[in-house]
Nanobody, 123 residues
């Protein structure tokens, strides 16, 4: 049974930083493509960043240069460092895992999801 558990969300002022974590059971971090998505109220789920098990990392234009994704295979955890946050970053943040090599930015290509952690950026 694969489980993804996010943590680290909270309230931050614009320009501040947060670090999100996603801990996985089932030792899937090192063999899966991992990704971060977010969803603001009333909007569709939106791609944030993806990390392949081979080290490839890609970000959405909206967060490029501000967010950094990383992984710790030994601890079965991925991270999302959020710097220079903006009110538009507000939403639920979800980690996801795919057994495919290149699932890309489409949420439907991911097999496992966490329950999400809420990030609120105040202006």
């Amino acid at each position: 049974q694969v489980q993804l558990i996010e943590s680290g969300g909270g309230l931050v002022q614009a320009g501040g930083s947060l670090r999100l974590s996603c801990r996985a059971s089932g030792h899937i971090i090192s063999t899966s493509t991992m990704a971060w998505f977010r969803q603001a109220p009333g909007k569709d789920r939106e791609f944030v960043g993806v990390l392949s098990w081979m080290g490839f990392i890609h970000y959405a234009d909206a967060v490029k240069g501000r967010f950094t994704a990383s992984r710790d295979n030994a601890d079965d955890t991925i991270y999302l460092q959020m710097n220079n946050t903006k009110p538009g970053d507000t939403g639920g943040y979800y980690c996801a895992a795919s057994r495919e090599y290149g699932p890309g930015e489409s949420a439907e290509n991911y097999d496992y999801w966490g329950q999400g952690t809420q990030v609120t950026v105040s202006s």
